[in-house]
């Protein structure tokens, strides 16, 4: 079991890049199954999350080579319909590959993946969206059998929420259905749209990815494709709470700036002094950290992203004064509050509400990464605490930060993995 340990008090200082995004690396690895030939994808980050799906593109028959960041994907010969259980269990997001096997086989077949550790997880949306383009679902003894031999027909969708994996499954089952799909409601976040992206440079007819409708006329075909993955904006967020958090003074470069609309005014508001070019940010934290008035609320994009919750609350633990958090995306998304508190955090949780009292001072005592991003809070809360933090199930943090501890080194902390 590996450890982080990490000595705080440091203030950060220097540059840190940013990687490329977990969250449109996997649904474009579940996007080049589609059709055959080649995708060369850049800037695919190595997360354990893209190991597992890369994994499961092997298992069905893709070749597969990484070489640094990039990876090559040739998926001509695709023979299979079915992930194994235990691939499927790998990757809570591998629901993904649903709409894409469906689409390249006509057949598809994986087991339900079931909660996680952020409350249930439903794929309601999901299934709902692929009958309507033609699929009959089949849920059996924890497996969803869906088949749609005749082909996937286009047609209008509306979703009830903007569910951004839902969104992405309707867009891998409809690039290729016959005639027009339209998404009404549809999740707007960037991921969405570095998808698009990937799939129009295959040859795909997608209209207004990024709005609330999507328009999708199918095709007969895609081409192969060399594409480069958005930045990271979850990633950005967590080292821009480094430098917030401990007062120092960073810039992250290869960051889309655009996509942090939401956040940064919640470090600005916090006391940080900010200089934002089109693909980097300077942050300088200031000598002591102001609480955020009115409620950070997450919403769907562009609202503040859930995902951004944990370490941006690690951040105003220190403020001098109250903070407040609404959790609307999950339901259960506190669990690093507990964490946070073993370390001195002040933090009343109540249903959707968490309330953050700052305090003086954080204190290192070992402590667990619950999930992925509360995992990457207890990083930035230990940064700025007296004396050493050990975090365990640091397998979480690995899924979505390629080697948290060699990002945050090079910006002076004291940080290592036994
Ligand atoms: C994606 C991101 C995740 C992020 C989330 C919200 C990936 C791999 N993960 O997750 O990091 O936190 O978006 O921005 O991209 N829901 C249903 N029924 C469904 C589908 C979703 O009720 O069929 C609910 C979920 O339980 C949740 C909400 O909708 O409460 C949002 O889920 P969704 O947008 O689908 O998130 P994911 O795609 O799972």
């Known amino acids: 079991m590996q450890k982080l340990l990490i000595q705080g008090g440091r203030r950060l200082q220097g540059e840190v890049r940013v990687h490329g995004a977990k969250n449109s690396s996997l649904p474009i690895l579940a996007a080049a199954l589609l059709g055959g030939g080649e995708t060369v994808l850049h800037n695919c980050p190595a997360l354990s999350d893209v190991d597992a799906a890369l994994r499961i593109l092997t298992y069905l028959g893709c070749e597969v080579r990484r070489e640094g960041d990039t990876v090559r994907i040739e998926s001509s010969s695709v023979t299979q319909n079915e992930i194994p259980d235990d691939l499927m269990h790998e990757m809570r997001s591998s629901i993904v590959f649903l709409g894409a096997i469906l689409s390249r086989m006509g057949r598809a077949k994986l087991s339900f993946p079931g909660g996680c550790e952020l409350g249930p997880r439903p794929i309601d949306l999901h ?33 009830a929420f903007p569910s951004v994996g839902a969104t992405e499954n309707i867009l891998l089952a409809s690039v290729l259905a016959k005639g027009e799909t339209v998404i009404h409601n549809a999740a707007q976040e960037p991921e969405i749209v570095d998808l698009a992206n990937y799939l129009i440079s295959r040859g795909a007819r997608i209209r207004d990815a990024g709005r609330s409708t999507i328009l999708i006329e199918g095709v007969d075909r895609l081409s192969s494709t060399e594409y480069t993955v958005m930045p990271d904006r979850i990633v950005a967020a967590t080292y821009l709470s480094g430098a917030a958090i401990t007062g120092g003074d960073v810039l992250v470069t290869g960051v889309n700036p655009n996509d942090l609309e939401s956040v940064l005014p919640v470090f600005e508001q916090a006391g940080c002094r900010m200089k934002v070019e089109p693909d980097r940010i300077f942050l300088s934290g200031p000598g002591m950290l102001r609480p955020v008035s009115g409620p950070i609320r997450t919403m769907p994009y ?117």
């Open 302 to 418: 562009p609202g503040f992203p859930t995902d951004a919750q944990a370490p941006l609350m690690a951040t105003l633990t220190l403020a001098d004064g109250t903070s407040m958090f609404v959790e609307n995306i999950f339901e259960s998304r506190y669990k690093h509050a507990a964490e946070l508190a073993r370390m001195g955090a002040d933090i009343k949780v109540e249903g959707r509400t968490a309330v953050v009292r700052g305090v003086e001072k954080l204190y290192g005592v070992p402590v667990e990464a619950t999930d992925l991003r509360g995992g990457a809070a207890l990083v930035v809360a230990a940064l700025a605490a007296v004396g050493e933090t050990r975090i365990s199930r640091v397998e979480h943090i690995d899924r979505g930060y390629e080697s948290v501890e060699t990002a945050f080194s090079s910006l002076g902390a004291k940080i290592r993995r036994v």
């Open 127 to 159: 299934i709902q969206a692929l009958e309507r383009l033609g699929a009959q679902i089949a849920e059996e003894y924890g497996y969803l059998d869906c088949r749609a031999e005749q082909g996937l027909t286009g047609t209008k969708i509306t979703l």
